[in-house]
């Protein structure tokens, strides 16, 4: 069975920074490619990142590159997203994911998902 922890969240000030970090089992991690989703209240779920298996690659969501860094660690199953300079509109439950998909298209999806942790984006 798939488990991804999630660590980090809470509460931050705008202009802040955070750090999420999540821990990988069940599966064969550096053949997997991970992710991360969020959903704000009210809001469709939205991809925030996605890293190939060997981190070579990474992708973000609209506006998010130049201030949110997704990494991975292999040898240790996680993976990582530190989100910078942050604004209340990054306010939302983020997710941990396994194989992502579908990253810019409205049927971005996961098979394997983290129980989410809430980031409060205040002024």
């Known amino acids: 069975q798939v488990h991804l922890v999630e660590s980090g969240g809470g509460s931050v000030q705008v202009g802040g920074s955070m750090r999420h970090s999540c821990a990988a089992s069940?599966?064969?991690?550096?053949?997997?490619?991970m992710g991360w989703f969020r959903q704000a209240p009210g809001k469709e779920r939205e991809f925030v990142a996605a890293i190939s298996m060997n981190g070579d690659y990474t992708f973000y969501g609209r506006s998010l590159e130049d201030r949110f860094t997704i990494s991975r660690d292999n040898a240790k199953n996680t993976v990582s997203l530190q989100m910078d300079s942050l604004k209340p509109e990054d306010t939302a439950v983020y997710y941990c994911?396994?194989?992502?998909?579908?990253?810019?298209?409205?049927?971005?999806?996961?098979?394997?998902w983290g129980q989410g942790t809430q980031v409060t984006v205040s002024s």
């Open positions: 069940g599966l064969v991690f550096s053949n997997t490619r």
């Open positions: 994911v396994g194989d992502p998909r579908n990253y810019y298209s409205a049927y971005a999806a996961a098979d394997y």
